[in-house]
Nanobody, 124 residues
Framework: QVQLVESGGGLVQAGGSLRLSCAPS????????TAWFRQAPGKERDFVAS????????YYADSVKGRFTISRDNAKNTVYLQMDNLRPEDTAVYYC?????????????????WGQGTQVTVSS
């Protein structure tokens, strides 16, 4: 079982930046495809970005393309989400997810493991 732990959330003004981190507790996940999702109050959970196990492939939701960057440092066993030019509509709980399967582009992939989430609030 892989337990994912997110960190880095907080309160930021519109136009600001935050970097989220996701790391597993107890084991490595350098062979896992990893993704970020978010859920705003009263809305469904939405795909944000995903990255292959090597870090060589990435995929973004249109709403964050050009503003967010997903990356990973397998030596540190950590996946990041750099969020720049944040907007009030980016306010949500952000979740990390991981899956052992091979890479493919999909917003609807069924991930095996999920974190508990970290709150991101963007004020106008």
């Amino acid at each position: 079982q892989v337990q994912l732990v997110e960190s880095g959330g907080g309160l930021v003004q519109a136009g600001g930046s935050l970097r989220l981190s996701c790391a597993p507790s107890g084991r490595t996940f350098r062979t896992y495809v990893t993704a970020w999702f978010r859920q705003a109050p009263g809305k469904e959970r939405d795909f944000v970005a995903s990255i292959s196990s090597s870090g060589g492939n990435t995929y973004y939701a249109d709403s964050v393309k050009g503003r967010f960057t997903i990356s990973r440092d397998n030596a540190k066993n950590t996946v990041y989400l750099q969020m720049d030019n944040l907007r009030p509509e980016d306010t949500a709980v952000y979740y990390c997810a991981a899956d052992r399967g091979g890479w493919y582009v999909s917003k609807n992939r069924d991930y095996d493991y999920w974190g508990q989430g970290t709150q991101v609030t963007v004020s106008s």
